[in-house]
T-cell receptor, first 114, second 112 residues
């Protein structure tokens, strides 16, 4: 299994809602990532988890809260988002977080904040 | 700095022609340079990568060259096909483990 899966594919939420994005991989990878991608822009790194511990937080607002319950799962909890947070949220994984490891991306969750 | 400069931003070619995308960077510490292809509605997929101890790498119709002295690397696609139409990102490894620095992307359109 060389796939990263993400659910849901699409999500529409109001600014007062609480929702979660989920990501799963069964490749035995020990590094997992969240990226945000706006239309016609490259992915921007948000968080890196290594061996289930938060390794990098790219100064992301606290309304985004990541969680790594085990080595196969990565969640992104959303609360009190703003319309400008609407974007494609991509999850990725790699063997470990060392430079030179291929990152495998999931298909993304298209988020719309009303 | 961190940025990767990528050109052109859009590229339109006829089926069968070659396509070339060029990138430059400034951080000499980078040693891993992957290229990702992103089709509409999908996540980026690695198509080829090159490491700093290699000057050129080829995989069927795709080739990548790296000039570490000049700090630039390029993607070459030969005999383009309509299914090559996508956005291509050049990427370099960042200073923090796991961090990738993406170029701004090239939207390639292959016309039948």
């Amino acid at each position: 299994d060389t796939e990263v899966t993400q659910t849901p594919k699409h999500l529409v939420m109001g600014m007062t809602n609480k929702k979660s994005l989920k990501c799963e991989q069964h490749m035995g990878h020990r590094a997992m990532y969240w990226y945000k991608q706006k239309a016609k822009k490259p992915p921007e790194l948000m968080f890196v988890y290594s061996y289930e511990k938060l390794s990098i937080n790219e100064s992301v607002p606290s309304r985004f809260s990541p969680e790594c319950p085990n080595s196969s799962l990565l969640n992104l909890h959303l609360h009190a988002l703003q319309p400008e947070d609407s974007a494609l949220y991509l999850c990725a994984s790699s063997q470990d977080k060392g430079g030179g490891n291929e990152q495998f991306f999931g298909p993304g969750t298209r988020l719309t904040v009303l | 700095g961190e940025n990767v400069e990528q050109h052109p931003s859009t590229l339109s070619v006829q089926e069968g022609d070659s396509a070339v995308i060029k990138c430059t960077y400034s951080d000499s510490a980078s040693n891993y340079f992957p290229w990702y292809k992103q089709e509409l509605g999908k996540g980026p997929q690695l198509i080829i990568d090159i490491r700093s101890n290699v000057g050129e790498k080829k995989d069927q119709r795709i080739a990548v060259t790296l000039n570490k002295t000049a700090k630039h690397f390029s993607l070459h696609i030969t005999e383009t096909q309509p299914e090559d139409s996508a956005v291509y990102f050049c990427v370099r490894s960042g200073n923090q483990g796991g961090k990738l620095i993406f170029g701004q992307g090239t939207e390639l359109s292959v016309k039948p």
